[in-house]
Every structure is written in C-alpha cells, then in structure tokens.
C-alpha cells in the first residue's frame, strides 16, 4: 500500500495527469474516459477503490 503524500506530490500528480492526459485524448479523442487518464498517471482516487472515477466535483464543465 502506498503512503498519501497529499499535497507534496500535487505537482508530480499534475504533470503524471497531464501527460497521461495528451496520450489518451491522442488514442481516444475528446471522449476519452478520465478513470483511464488517472489510470495511466498512476493516481487514484481516495479510499483507494479501483473502477472509474467521478471526476465531477472538480471538473464539472468537462
């Protein structure tokens, strides 16, 4: 189990997103699944239950 370092690893976390996010929308296109974005960069969400994510409390104008 891997140790939550909250907000010292915001700024890895992002660029991990960012860059699993260029190559997913490159093989998707704009409908792309985000659970595969975070996925790819290796996050997860909180309580570490695997499946999608519910990327809307943060990103509700996707």
């Known amino acids: ?3 939550n370092r909250g907000p010292a690893a ?3 976390n992002r660029a991990a997103l960012l860059a699993a996010a260029r190559e997913v929308f490159a ?3 704009a409908d792309a699944p ?3 974005i975070a996925q790819r960069a290796g996050v997860r969400r ?3 239950i695997c499946g999608p994510i519910s990327p809307s409390r943060r990103f509700s104008s996707r």
């Open 46 to 48: 909180r309580g570490g």
């Open 34 to 36: 985000l659970w595969v």
């Open 10 to 12: 915001a700024a890895e």
């Open 27 to 29: 093989a998707y296109g």
């Open 1 to 3: 189990m891997s140790v």
